[in-house]
């Protein structure tokens, strides 16, 4: 990741942090997490759209969330196995 983000690897390094607690985000969130201005956090957000970390889910041009998709789909994964898990359960009464 260091030398796809240049000089904001810090920033990125943080940024992913965060996501593990806040999977759903958007710039000013990042700017506020960062402490960084509105600037830094966009380019930062882009960035993560480019390596694929981050995915934009409200196709607007304003107000724009971003999805950390790969963390959010291992609980996907996890519960749509124990969704199937579930339906092999008798749950009629005798």
């Known amino acids: 990741m260091n030398g796809s983000l240049g000089t904001s690897a810090a920033g990125g390094l943080r940024l992913l942090d965060y996501l593990y607690e806040q999977p759903i985000v958007n710039v000013r969130v990042v700017e506020r997490r960062l402490k960084s201005s509105f600037v830094t956090a966009n380019k930062l957000v882009e960035q993560f759209v480019k390596l694929e970390i981050l995915q934009e ?35 009629t009464k005798s």
């Open 57 to 91: 889910t409200t196709g607007g041009l304003r107000n724009r969330r971003y999805s950390y998709v790969p963390y959010l789909a291992l609980f996907e994964s996890s519960a749509t196995a124990h969704q199937n898990d579930n339906t092999h359960l008798d749950v």
